[in-house]
């Protein structure tokens, strides 16, 4: 009943609610302008909570700041964050921690994911229900197309998640999530990846501490163009869910070793 009443006490009014939603780029000067253009859109039109958008620029090369700055000039609910090092977790972490929006969230500039899921992803952190929420293409409901090979890569990453930690999320990697600002200031800081293994590690680690993470299974379509680079961040996901998995037998060791 306490459980409970904590998450009444947590809930809004639905206009009182702000959402802030980071978009983090990198070298994106063509997809940034019609990817804030059909979010502002889906805003407009579906979106009943106070929103603002962030576009992250991760050390682009190229004119992305430019055309971000642009964007901003033209909606003050636009904002630009520039980093001079590349890292959509660093990306996260800054945007987030700036924050005063009571939920934070991210999604991909080419906006893989279908929009008419970004409601649903909000609303449950916005009422109270859960503290974090994350968009999953391998819930039942879920429709994706993409590569058979990137789709085997998903499916045995996140089985491996499934054996190291008895994890009950089911998709770590969809670039498409949502957090309560007072869960997003305990849990970035314990955070040590800066790359693309922040997402798994953000998910692990709000299960560890027992907080509710909601999934919605959303409409995804695999973009051709995808600045990330399989083999490489392959590894780094292996290499962080090992340093994960070592931590925690460290700890078990360490509290068996006290109660002795």
Request: with cysteine; glycine share 4%.
């Amino acid at each position: 009943m306490a459980r409970q009443g904590l998450r009444r006490r947590d809930a809004l009014p639905f206009g009182q609610v702000t959402v802030d939603i980071v978009i983090p780029v990198y070298n994106e000067e063509v997809a940034l302008p019609k990817g804030v253009a059909t979010l502002r859109d889906y805003l407009d039109t579906y979106f009943p909570y106070e929103w603002r958008v962030i576009v992250a620029n991760n050390a682009s090369t190229d004119n992305t700041l430019a055309v971000a700055r642009e964007l901003a000039a033209a909606d003050p609910r636009v904002s630009v964050l520039h980093l001079d090092r590349k890292g959509r977790g660093r990306a996260l972490k800054a945007a987030w921690l700036a924050s005063d929006a009571d939920v934070v969230s991210y999604m991909d500039v080419d906006l893989s994911t279908n929009l008419q899921s970004f409601l649903p992803l909000i609303a449950p952190l916005a009422t109270g229900h859960s503290d974090v929420a994350i968009g999953s293409r391998l819930l039942k409901g879920a429709v994706v197309t993409r590569q058979w090979k990137r789709e085997i890569i998903s499916r045995c990453y996140n089985l491996l998640i499934k054996i190291l930690f008895r994890n009950r999320f089911s998709d770590a990697q969809c670039g498409f999530k949502a957090v309560k600002r007072s869960v997003a200031r305990q849990l970035l800081p314990e955070i040590e990846n800066n790359e693309w293994f922040f997402d798994t590690e953000l998910l692990l680690l709000a299960e560890e501490r027992g907080l509710r993470v909601y999934e919605v299974p959303v409409d995804w379509i695999e973009d051709l163009d995808s600045r990330v680079k399989i083999v490489s961040t392959a590894t780094e996901d292996i290499r962080g869910l090992l340093r994960i998995r070592a931590r925690r037998l460290r700890q078990r060791r360490a509290l068996a070793a006290s109660g002795d």
